[in-house]
C-alpha cells in the first residue's frame, strides 16, 4: 500500500520507507492514551514502543505511524480520532520544526520555514523543489495548497494537517481572519459532519486539491515574539538533523543503517550485506565507489565513530565497546583505536 509519503531510495526495485519524526508519534500515542486507549495494545499494535519515543528527533517508520493512527482510531472507538489531533496541540511542541517557525517574525515566513524543514515531521512525497504548501490564486481566491502526491492513500493526514493550521491559528490570533473554505480530495467519511465542526468553515469533499482558501492578510501576521537569536539556534539544529535525514538515502547511509546492529557479530561480509539490500556485490561496489568509498573503509569508519560514542558516553568498558564494535579481542581493538585517534582507548578514557 502506497502511503503518498517520500521514498527516500529506490535499488532494483525496493524502497527505503520513509519516517515521520519520534515527536510526531508520541504526539499521536499520548493523544490516543488521553481518550482511553491503552498504551501497551497501541505498542503492540504499531510496534512503536516507549523506548523509540524518548528523543523527539528520532525518527519512526511511516507504515509504524500508521499502524499507530489506525489502533488509535479503533482503541479509542473514534474514526475522527485524526481529525481532532490536529486541533489538540501546536506544532511547536512536538518538533523543533514547530519552535522554528514560531521564531520567526510572520506567518508567511513561518511558511517558508514550514516547507524548508518539513521533511522532519514527515517525509512526504512533493512534486517539484519548491516544497509541500504552497500559496496559489484560483477562481479569484488565494489558496494555501499542500502538494503531496497520493493524498488519499492516508486522509488522515489531511485531516490532522488542516486541522492543525486552523486550530493554532486561532488560539494564537483569535481575532485573525485565515481560513474561509476547505477543500479535500477524498470521499466524505461517515463523521462528516464533525469537519464543520472541527475546522469551523465550510468543507468541500472529493476536490480537485487539499486546500484552504485563505484570507490573503493571513500571511503578514506577526508572530507573537520572534526571536533571531532562537530562530538561528534552532535553524542550525534542524539544518543538521535534516543533513542526517538526507544522508540516510545515500548508499553509505544505507548500509550503515544495516550494520549498525550488526557489528558485534564481527563476521560484516560485503556480499551479505548487498544481499539484504536486495542488490549484487558488484552493484554495492560499485555505488560505494560513486561515493568515494570502499565497503572496507566504510566498516573500518562505522567501528571508529561508534566506538567514540561508546566510550565518550563513558557508557562501557573498553572490554565491552571492543565487543560491541566488532573485535574478538581487546588488544586487536586496542591497535585499531590508537590507529584511529593517536590514543589508546584507556588514555582516551582517562581524558
Known sequence: MAFGFKRMAQEDGRMAAATVSAGYADNLMRYAVSRGADSRALAERSGIHPGDLSDPDGRVPLAS???LMSAAKSL???PSLALHLGAHQDLKEMSVVGLICYAAPTMGEALVQLNRYGALVAEVDVPGSGGRFQIAQHDGELWLVDTRRDP?????????TWSRFIAETSRHFPGAAFAKAVHVTHPAPAYAAEYEQVLKVPVTFKAARNAIMIDPSWLAIELHNPSRYAFGVLSDHAARLLASLENAATTRGRVEGLLIPLLHKGDLRMSDAARQLGLSRQTLYRRLKAEG???ETLVDDLRRRMA?????GAKTSVNETAYLVGFSDPSSFSRAFKRWTGDSPRAFLRR
Open 152 to 160: 488519499n492513500s492516508f486522509p488522515e493526514l489531511t485531516e490532522s
Open 76 to 78: 479509542c472507538q473514534a
Open 293 to 295: 568509498l570502499t565497503y
Open 65 to 67: 505511524y500508521v499502524a
Open 308 to 312: 567514540l560514542h561508546y566510550l565518550g
